[in-house]
């Protein structure tokens, strides 16, 4: 079992930054991929950035790509999505989300554990 808390969600001006920031606990979380997935309103839950166990391997949505980065740290058992040059199509609640396979995974069906999620308001 792998609990995800997120933060960091807020008010921003377009081309502004932010950073998101998810805790998980337990002594696991090494042997989960992780992956941030947002969700906006009247839209379907859509994938924006996941990592590998180790960090070592990173995939994007065309959306995100060149904007947002995912990093990890397996000592202090946290996920970031830095998400710069922010647009109004970024407003969403973002989740984080924990998925038991070493590779990242795209779709939300693969992912075993969700937060519950941190509010992303992007004004223009």
């Known amino acids: 079992q792998v609990q995800l808390v997120e933060s960091g969600g807020g008010l921003v001006q377009a081309g502004g930054s932010l950073r998101l920031s998810c805790a998980a606990s337990g002594r696991t979380f090494s042997s989960y991929a992780m992956g941030w997935f947002r969700q906006a309103p009247g839209n379907e839950r859509e994938f924006v950035a996941s990592i590998s166990r180790n960090g070592g391997s990173t995939i994007y949505a065309d959306s995100v790509k060149g904007r947002f980065t995912i990093s990890r740290d397996n000592f202090k058992n946290m996920v970031y999505l830095q998400m710069n040059s922010l647009k109004p199509d970024d407003t969403a609640v973002y989740y984080c989300?924990?998925?038991?396979?070493?590779?990242?995974?795209?779709?939300?069906?693969?992912?075993?554990?969700w937060g519950q999620g941190t509010q992303v308001t992007v004004s223009s």
């Open positions: 989300a924990a998925d038991r396979q070493s590779t990242p995974q795209a779709m939300a069906i693969t992912y075993d554990f």
